[in-house]
């Protein structure tokens, strides 16, 4: 009776801490220590179910063993694990040398394994694992008690465990959900929704709270600045400079002095010390947009900042320190810039710690009605304009545009056709574009008529067949599509 009461009293307490422990692993581990304490074994193991694994399962936890592997130690519990998983019933030997049931284990005979009790993990009707226990220092190391209170316990455990996999489950899944709220929330007035323009978030935000350099990469007018300003307004150092410096519009004679400062007297006119933009910028992010034009003399001088954190002003003789992140840009193809000796590699590779592509507005056709809804707005706003909204045949024009601007030549034409407009609607006529670009509204021969039936039958056929998600894809209506299908005579 009294050893049944500290059994009991054991399982309060132990029932009490494997459900306070929500983090698998650790409560995996805590399960074979209670076991192995209170059953004074010396070795023991948990396993449970893995598909992924060819026997079905995996060894989560163990002490004494040399390794999870199926080593000659460890393949000593084997027959009597397979027993256990098999028929769901536990196995308690006191003399496993002498027990029939695993004669032919010569691994036992090896190790010289007397005592073993092995008990199944359930879960509902499930064999979820087992929990395994061997002693080889006494033939009656475990008793019929100690397996009703292994079995209670396993019982107990597996309760625990799956508890603590859900948990575990949906922590990791709230973790993800919030990452994508944060991203939403952190890139609130960066339009768009396409999956490639999702990617460039997603990888703007693991980049908010670390101070590697970052280099934009894409075509003029895909928003490098924009993120590299997002970067900076979400990250650790919001709240202090950031100095945009363009490198293709600083004439190479003046570059290093607007880059780094002078000291009086180191060149004709300068007749007071001067910062430099790397200065203004300490504390904050330096943004080097162009970074492809930067000339070869003032690329190791850049590499410099980088790796040291260092830089020296003109006509000066000491070093001073930077406190800056370095955000570059570039529309051009380093790696080629590279082979062909105009730019050093590894100033590329110092630069491209975390590289990040914007894919051209072409390539993001879904945000094309987004980013001209939006435009539309904020130009009405600006310009005084009464309009609320855009005809469907304006939005195939720009769907059918290549945009070789980008999003700063869609901005701009919407500007302009919002100040045109004097009506409440944007129509096609209010678009003013350049007609010698055939890819426009001409492509051998082509009316813009046949180009709208080309894209909305490509986009129909994309959809296999669905007039609904063609038309929302489009940024159209339903009624405007069918009506435009039921015109040209075809229900294909």
């Known amino acids: 009776m009294e050893n049944q009461k500290d059994n009991f009293n054991a399982l309060f307490q132990i029932t009490r801490t494997i459900n306070s422990i929500l ?9 074979l220590e209670i ?14 179910a893995d598909n992924m694994s060819e026997s079905g399962y995996t060894v989560v936890a163990l002490k004494n063993f040399n390794s999870k592997k199926a080593s000659d130690e460890f393949a000593a519990s084997s027959s009597v694990v397979t027993t256990v998983l098999q028929t769901g019933e536990p196995v308690l030997t006191f003399d496993a040398m002498s027990d029939e049931r695993f004669e032919s284990s010569v691994s036992i005979m090896a190790q010289k394994i007397l005592s073993i009790i092995c008990i199944p993990l359930r879960a509902g009707e499930r064999i979820a694992g087992a929990v395994y226990l061997d002693s080889s220092k006494s033939r009656k190391a475990f008793t019929e008690d100690a397996l009703k209170f292994l079995t209670v316990f396993g019982g107990l455990a597996a309760i625990a465990i799956e508890n ?10 709230n973790t993800r959900l919030k990452n994508e709220a944060d ?3 952190l890139f609130s007035n960066i339009i768009g929704k396409s999956e490639k323009w999702r990617k460039v978030l997603e ?3 693991r980049v908010l709270d670390v101070d590697a350099a970052v280099l934009l990469t894409g075509e003029s007018g895909t928003g490098k600045e924009l993120i590299a300003r997002a970067i900076h307004e979400n990250g650790t150092r919001k709240g202090q400079s950031f100095v945009a410096v363009n490198s293709s519009a600083l004439p190479e004679n003046l570059m290093e002095s607007e880059l780094f400062g002078y000291v009086k007297g180191s060149f ?13 910028a300490n504390g904050g992010t330096l943004f080097l947009d162009e970074i492809g034009e930067l000339p070869l003399s003032l690329q190791a001088k850049i590499l410099r900042l980088l790796q040291e954190k260092e830089y020296r002003r003109v006509g000066d003789t000491v070093n001073r320190k930077a406190n800056i992140r370095i955000i570059a840009a570039t529309n051009k193809e380093l790696k080629e810039e590279v082979k062909a000796n105009r730019f050093r590699e590894d100033l590329f590779f110092r630069l491209n710690v975390v590289g990040i592509h914007l894919p051209p507005l072409r390539e993001r056709k879904d945000d094309i009605p987004l980013l001209a809804n939006y435009f539309v707005k904020k130009a009405a706003e600006n310009y005084k304009r009464p309009i609320d909204s855009i005809h469907p045949d304006a939005m ?6 290549q945009w070789k601007g980008n999003v700063r030549e869609f901005q701009n034409v919407i500007e302009r056709a919002v100040v045109l407009c004097r009506g409440t609607q944007l129509m096609k006529d209010d678009f003013l574009f350049d007609t010698s670009d055939q890819s426009v509204l001409q492509k051998n021969g082509m009316t813009l008529a046949d180009v709208e039936r080309q ?3 490509t986009t129909l056929n994309e959809m296999n067949g669905n007039r609904t998600r063609t038309a929302e894809k489009l940024g159209v209506s339903l009624r405007w599509l069918q009506y435009r299908i039921k015109e040209w005579g075809t229900e294909g």
């Open 164 to 173: 603590a996999q859900r948990y575990s489950i949906l922590e990791t899944q």
């Open 396 to 401: 195939q024009i720009m769907l059918a545009n």
């Open 35 to 48: 076991a192995m304490t209170h059953l004074s074994a010396e070795r023991g193991f948990v396993m449970l």
């Open 203 to 205: 990888i703007s935000q």
């Open 183 to 185: 991203v939403s929330h």
């Open 23 to 31: 983090e698998p692993d650790a409560l995996l581990e805590k399960v």
């Open 455 to 457: 894209l909305i039958e």
């Open 268 to 280: 004709t006119g300068a007749a007071s010390d001067k910062k430099g933009l790397v200065e203004v």
